[in-house]
């Protein structure tokens, strides 16, 4: 009798045991402490306002409760700190990087080995249009003229411009039959470099996201010739490029990447705050005053938007010559 219970009780325990075992996972508790917001480009620039605008947005929602301390890491438009997420951070759940467009022409153009399929991306936020835009006086008073000349005498036009943004700019040139080939640009990383500049006469025009330079757009510090949107931006006196006769159109997007590897924890987590972060007040009017569009994706959507991104611009480059 004696023997059968402890046997009895053994077995009960180790069914117990077992049941335990097989059970649900317990959730890992995440996050627990700080994590990091990097922007691989200059204070001023899109990645910058985009990052700012994320972090501003989840401490003033109460979304999340641990430290998100945001660092600028600039070099080549996000390349050198896209090599750094790659080859440094692997694995980890604690770091965070915007990116763009930008990722794919690094890639594309060799300034990067890496690209989109290297790291963990987890969502994208926004689409912005681009706008051209020079300094008050320019020689440069319209669209019209400022491509008349660059197809005529591109050697008399010198346009800053971030590495994605050559590509619209390019697309502007072959509209008004000139080569995109012969184009002089310096590179810029964000439109607070691009100012400084206009101002000091280093270039002549810039292009980038409506974003970098709305206030200085909208206190007419700096000029818009046009905007590469479907329709005229509303709380921005610009016309738009097809409605002065070049039918060229073409948008920007941002997202957010982790490391390699990164725990699917931490990807699941920053998938579903960032989904109820973008539907916040906060984020809404930040939206707003910076004219930029909400386009919220991830998993598998965000997935298939990347490569069917990735195909149109190697096809594009490979149109221009690139």
Known sequence: MKIKAVVGAVLTGALVLAGMQSGPARAVPYPTGPVTMTAGANPGSGFDLTIRAVVDTLTQERLVEVPLPVEYRPGNIGADFLATMVEQYAGRDDQISVTSLSMMMNQLRGISKYGYTDVTMIANLMTEYYVVFVEPGSEFADLRGLLQTAAADPGRVVVGAATDDEAPFDLLVRAAGGNPGATRYVSMQGGGEQSDALHNGQIGVAIAGVSEVIDQ??????????????????????????????????????????????PQYAVDYWRRTLATMVATPTWSQLAEQRQFTTRFMSGDEYATFLAETQADVTTALGEAGQ
Do not use: C, H, K
């Open 217 to 262: 757009l909208r206190t007419r510090q700096l000029i818009p010739l046009a905007v590469l949107s479907e329709q005229r931006l509303p709380g921005l006196d610009a016309p738009t490029a097809r409605e002065l006769g070049f039918d060229v159109t073409l948008s920007n997007w941002r997202g957010l990447y982790g490391p390699p590897g990164m």
